[in-house]
């Protein structure tokens, strides 16, 4: 098994009787119904797998049952049914003191609201994972300082966490979770509550840091954007299930039913879209076969929506997208990214 | 609606819980007592303004130079009032109660916490503890805890557990739960999550917790004072019995310097060990700049001025302490040998005057006297209890009535000392037509339709309203205000100054006629009955126990002109001088104490009663019952009295004990028969052989003597059960026999008591646990267990002793009968045997009905003791 992370038909019902109300789900049975009985189901047959280095982001408004799958990922809540293997290994059939073990060594979490302790500094809030797994002070110490760093809070180990700011905070949190060497990193709407300069900072200096370490991430968010942002793939989830799983183009350009189209309509394209998604790939053949070879703008499939708008308006010309073999693959129209920055309905016809 | 009777169930339960489970209660008893004796011997022992130096340290350390310094000058002042003792005494009973509570209420605080069940079962029980009245649980504590110390922790901690409950509970519930989510998520057990996340940040809640329940334990320890835990309480208790608005305000403020040091030394305590807290002061500090009035030394600095204050005053203690404290009492008159008895009273005039003239009287014949005040209600109770040995202020049959039917059968009436005592309604002399109880008629509206009333639950009010009134039809018109004695006298001062009309419930004696003049109502139809005998009451037992004093208190008698003398004479002196005003009292009255307690004077053998000691060992009990038993048939008084082995041989050399029959010589106990010897006279074996040893249950295999003993200790956890410390056979055993075999390094030998030790043989013997106890034959243990006897192979415990008779020397020639009778006395094995056995089978205090039964199997038995 080569997926880092796999999540089989889980289930969390919270109520009475939960058991039961997981097979009246399998049968069929709606959620609504069962709020009616006073029931609550938050996550309904949420499969999915997570492969190493990925960052696989889970979005969904408030009460989407986002942060109650987050918890089962590492056993803080138990399914009420269904499996998660970890390495190959089933976390749901693992005592409490296994578990606690996986937790202190192999995977952490990084919180909406930081929970730093307020009674600890800086530096032994980093290094408080390291403690729980029983690492000696010396090497707490050197390894808390190189997370703390890596986070960019050097020479900050000695201050109280309410000294800093929400955003400097949120880095002593990252560089707890990232002192313990985990290879699975729980990311709990960490940037919500930071303004949305800070946030920005925080995504880039996310994906700055994955490019060195390459962890394998769970980032739970509410906002769309930022799932775009920082996610290779997406899940939205809606009512306690995934709806849909995919890349952010995926979503964007293929939304699985309405709930999720309309929750794209606000994304800015311009970010997200590459010339892969907006391309007319009715147009093949050689390079040659266009006719303007000379001056013709070209992209390849990975680039930006919005380097092709340049483009685009520097020529009467659709640009042409090339791959590495410098195959034409598709031809974008200037009328075709204006579409695609309008109204979706208007580029997909 | 029928009648639930509740009522009849609690008492049920504590009559039940009275029966079967007072070993619980002695067992707490024991706890409570031992760590306030504990605390209160340290607060008690510096030189107060030592002890207040370290007391300013402290919150020098914690506050800052100004409160330190306030610190200082409120102790002194505490000390100034005179008050030190009293505020340490109420204090070490408030840190009692405060160890004790939190040593509850933190756990169950952190249980509640974590388990909504258990904070939803807690919580009303709580709210009971808190609500339900002191009183109601005040007066009951004394019956399972008896009066003092104990009774006061119980009511106290009942009051006080709450608050700190709750708040462990709070602070921990309050701890954001996202902290504690991230302490699970990185993998920390629940344990550490209490300890490392929950517990500190929950801190600064839980020391606000203990705050209150210091600050509830104060408030609570001063309405202890009535339960007689004494201290700053008793004061307060004090001094409102007798309208004494000063000595009460002076207790009330110790009581307030005490509560405010424990406030802000508790609440500085809370920031100093919560990591936050210590923060916030840090922050706080550097913003303010250094100031000398808010500087604080560091903790070193702290900890070495409290050690050399404390070093400064243990030395002091140890060598300015106990001198002239004790003064001697002459020889003869010596009749007490420092033994300990307690009164206690009514704060009613009589009974302060007659209890603090006896204090006198049996502290110049050598009793140590302890004088509490209760109220009637405790004080019957703490009488009933045997917690307190009599009281002078008994007002029978009337007044009193309805304790008396409840404890009259566990107390005795030693008889009246007073007899002219009344009750009636009073009315100032100024309401010129108001003479008897039929003038009230129709003159309600003059007096607002009141009577002004004492204590509902006291007798004179319950005749007052149910007999009185209705005798003279006043019963529509009046309406009787229950209020309490000092209200009313209060209510009196108040009226009588204004020359407002007023009509009061009072008794005769009192002062108040004194203060005010005022008329006794005419009670033509004898309504109010004849009036009450002041009568002295004593526990059951007492006067057995104590045949001298309970002569005296018999034969007591004070007439109107001597009470009332001593009355004006006590009031004149001031409170807190009671006794002084007593002295000054009796040499105005010359040869009073010798008509009051005489001292008797030998006279012909059967006369006077033979003072005998017993110690509570099995033999003692049944020769010392047998010899009783049989000279009583033969016209002597036996007074017998239980004593540790030192005082018998001190009394009996001092003459004022006659007679033991217990004396193991030549060796257990050789070391008091050479020191007293010269005075004392030997009167001959009754019992022999005897032997010492340390004796093993049968079951433990391969342990016959001393030798096999070596290298076994891990198999008896190192442990040699022992007696009383300082008794023969244990330093025996401890510097000879253990050397001797080469087990002293091996063995310990746990300093304990015969029964501590025959307790803990019955229980390993139950379980079939090694174990070995130091014992002595002939012991009835041997009959009811299969025991090894160790094999003395080098006879270090020495020869046996025998058994013998000793007595004063002066003895054969007061008692020459006697001595010939005691001489000619020998028992056999199985005759003491048998004996002891039927002493046990009847079980404590039934032993002479044992020896009765006994001498009908053996009706020889008493020509032999005394052939005539």
Redesign the interface.
């Known amino acids: 098994m080569s997926s880092r992370l796999e999540a089989e038909q889980l289930y969390k019902v919270f109520g009475r009787r939960p058991g039961e109300a997981v097979e009246r789900l399998r049968e069929g049975a709606d959620r609504e119904g069962l709020r009616a009985e006073g029931t609550t189901a938050a996550v309904i047959d949420a499969s999915f797998t997570v492969e190493p280095g990925q960052i696989f982001v889970v979005m969904g408004l408030s009460g989407s049952g986002k942060s109650t799958l987050l918890r089962m990922l590492?056993g803080?809540l138990e399914p009420t049914a269904g499996h998660v293997r970890f390495d190959g290994q089933d976390l749901t059939a693992l005592s409490d003191r296994e578990l606690?073990?996986?937790?202190?060594?192999k995977?952490?979490?990084v919180?909406?609201?930081f929970?730093l302790?307020?009674?600890?500094s800086v530096l032994e809030n980093a290094a408080?994972?390291l403690a729980?797994?029983g690492v000696a002070k010396a090497e707490r110490i050197e390894r808390a300082t190189e997370a703390l760093e890596l986070c960019g809070l050097k020479g900050w180990e000695k201050s109280?966490p309410d000294e800093l700011s929400g955003g400097m905070q949120q880095r002593v949190g990252l560089a707890?979770a990232l002192a313990?060497d985990a290879d699975l990193l729980?990311m709990d709407e960490s940037f919500s509550a930071l303004d949305p300069l800070i946030r920005r900072d925080m995504q880039d200096q996310l994906l700055q840091l994955q490019q060195t370490l390459k962890k394998t991430i769970v980032f739970i968010t509410h906002d769309l954007n930022e799932a775009m942002r920082l996610g290779d793939r997406i899940a939205v989830m809606r009512d306690g299930r995934i709806v849909q799983i995919g890349s952010a183009e995926d979503i964007l350009v293929r939304p699985a039913d309405d709930y999720v189209a309309s929750f794209t309509k606000d994304v800015d394209r311009s970010r997200v879209l590459t010339a892969s998604a907006v391309m007319d790939t009715d147009v093949r053949g050689d390079e040659a076969d266009c006719g303007c070879a000379s001056d013709c703008e070209t992209a390849t499939p990975d680039t930006p929506f919005t380097e092709l708008c340049a483009m685009s308006a520097r020529s009467t010309h659709p640009v042409a997208v090339l791959d590495e073999h410098r195959k034409l693959v598709g031809v974008v129209p200037q009328q075709r990214l204006l579409g695609f920055l309008g109204d979706a309905e208007v580029a997909h016809a | 609606m029928p009648r639930i009777p509740l009522g009849d169930w609690v008492n049920d339960t504590v009559d039940w819980l009275l029966d079967h489970v007072s070993w619980l209660f002695d067992f707490l008893k024991t706890v409570f007592t031992g760590t306030y004796d504990g605390i209160d011997a340290v607060l008690q022992a510096p030189q107060p303004l030592l002890l207040a130096g370290i007391f300013a340290v402290i919150a020098f350390w914690l506050r800052g130079t100004l409160a330190g310094l306030l610190t200082f000058a409120g102790f002194a002042f505490i000390d100034s009032l005179e008050l030190w003792e009293d505020a340490m005494t109420t204090l070490s009973l408030v840190l009692v109660a405060t160890i004790i509570a939190l040593v509850i209420a933190v756990p169950v605080g952190i249980w509640a916490a974590r388990s909504n069940r258990v904070s939803g079962l807690v919580r009303p029980v709580l709210d009971f503890m808190q609500t339900l009245p002191a009183m109601i649980y005040l007066i009951p504590a004394i019956l399972f805890f008896g009066t003092g110390a104990s009774a006061g922790i119980v009511a106290t901690l009942i009051f006080a557990l709450a608050p700190g409950v709750r708040m462990t509970e709070l602070g921990i519930r309050q701890v954001d739960k996202e902290l504690v989510e991230a302490a699970e998520a990185f993998g920390t057990s629940p344990r550490d999550t209490l300890l490392r996340v929950q517990l500190p940040l929950a801190l600064p809640t839980v020391m606000a917790g203990v705050n209150q329940v210091i600050m509830l334990g104060l408030s609570m320890a001063a309405i202890a004072g009535m339960v007689g835990t004494g201290g700053l309480g008793g004061d307060v208790n004090e001094a409102i019995g007798q309208l004494n608005v000063g000595l009460g305000s002076e207790a009330g403020v110790a009581i307030v310097i005490l509560a405010i040091y424990l406030d802000r030394m508790t609440s500085a305590l809370g920031t100093q060990v919560s990591p936050l807290g210590r923060r916030a002061a840090a922050k706080a500090r550097t913003t303010q700049g250094l100031r000398i009035w808010s500087y604080r030394p560091r903790p070193q600095i702290a900890v070495i001025g409290v050690v050399v204050l404390a070093l400064v005053a243990g030395g002091m203690g140890i060598f300015g302490g106990t001198s002239g404290e004790a003064t001697a009492v002459a020889g003869s008159k010596d009749v007490g040998q420092g033994k300990k008895i307690s009164i206690g009273y009514v704060p009613w005039d009589d009974g302060v005057a007659s209890t603090f003239l006896w204090k006198e009287i049996l502290e110049e014949r050598g009793y140590q006297v302890d004088a509490k005040q209760f109220d009637a209600g405790p004080l019957y109770t703490s009488l009933a209890s045997g917690n307190a040995d009599f009281m002078t202020g008994a007002w029978l049959p009337t007044t009193h009535e309805q304790y008396w039917k409840k404890y009259g059968d566990k107390l005795d009436d030693l008889g009246a000392w007073y007899d002219k005592t009344s009750l009636e309604l009073s009315v100032p002399s100024y309401m010129k037509d108001i003479n008897s109880l039929a003038d009230l008629k129709g003159k309600a509206s003059q007096f607002g339709g009141n009577i002004t009333g004492i204590e509902s639950s006291a007798g004179e009010m319950a005749l007052l309203k149910s007999k009185v009134l209705k005798a003279y039809g006043l019963d529509k018109e009046y309406k009787v205000v229950d209020s309490s004695t000092p209200a009313m006298l209060a209510e009196l001062k108040r009226a009588y100054a204004q020359k407002d009309p007023i009509v009061v419930t009072l008794w005769s004696p009192h002062w108040a006629y004194n203060d005010y003049d005022l008329k006794k109502l005419k009670d033509p139809k004898g309504a109010w009955g004849s009036g009450d005998g002041i009568h002295t009451v004593a526990r059951k037992g007492f006067a057995e126990e104590n045949p001298v004093v309970g002569q005296w208190l018999k034969g007591f008698k004070l007439d109107e002109k001597q009470l009332t003398g001593l009355e004006a004479e006590i009031n004149k002196a001031g409170k807190g001088k009671q006794q002084d005003a007593v002295r000054t009292w009796l040499k105005q009255h010359p040869g009073l104490v010798d008509k009051l307690a005489p001292v008797q004077k030998a006279a012909a053998e059967t006369k006077r009663p033979v003072n005998v000691a017993w110690f509570p060992w099995d033999e003692d009990i049944a020769v010392t019952y047998l010899w009783k038993n049989v000279l009583e048939k033969r016209g002597y008084r036996l007074n017998l009295k239980q004593m540790d082995v030192g005082p018998v041989y001190t009394g009996l050399a001092s003459g004022d004990l006659d007679l033991n029959f217990d004396a193991w010589l030549p060796y257990a106990q050789k070391n008091y028969w050479d020191k007293s010897k010269d005075r004392l006279a030997d009167l001959g074996t009754w019992y022999e052989p005897t032997s010492l040893e340390v004796a093993v249950p049968s079951y433990v295999k391969g342990v016959k003597s001393y030798e096999d003993l070596k290298g076994k200790a891990s198999q008896f956890d190192g442990k040699i059960i022992g007696i009383e410390p300082g008794t023969g056979e244990m330093n025996l055993l401890k510097n000879k026999v253990l050397p001797g075999y080469g087990l002293d390094k091996e063995y310990d030998v746990v300093d304990g008591s015969t029964p501590a030790m025959l307790a803990e043989l019955k229980r390993a013997y139950a379980k079939k646990q090694p174990v070995a106890v130091v014992l002595w034959s002939p012991h009835w243990a041997y009959s009811q267990y299969g025991l090894t006897k160790l094999k003395d192979d080098k006879k270090l415990f020495g020869e046996g002793n025998t058994i013998r008779t000793i007595a004063n020397e002066k003895f054969p020639s007061q008692y020459p009968q006697l001595t010939k009778w005691i001489k000619g006395f020998h028992m056999s094995e199985k005759e003491l045997g048998t004996l002891e056995s039927e002493i046990n089978s009847y079980g404590q205090g039934h032993e002479e009905q044992a020896v009765a039964a006994w001498l009908k199997e053996h009706p020889e038995m008493v020509g032999r003791m005394t052939p005539s």
């Open positions: 590492n803080l606690r073990a996986v937790r202190a060594k995977i952490s979490m919180f909406q609201h929970a302790f307020p009674h600890r408080y994972g729980v797994q109280w707890r313990t729980l």
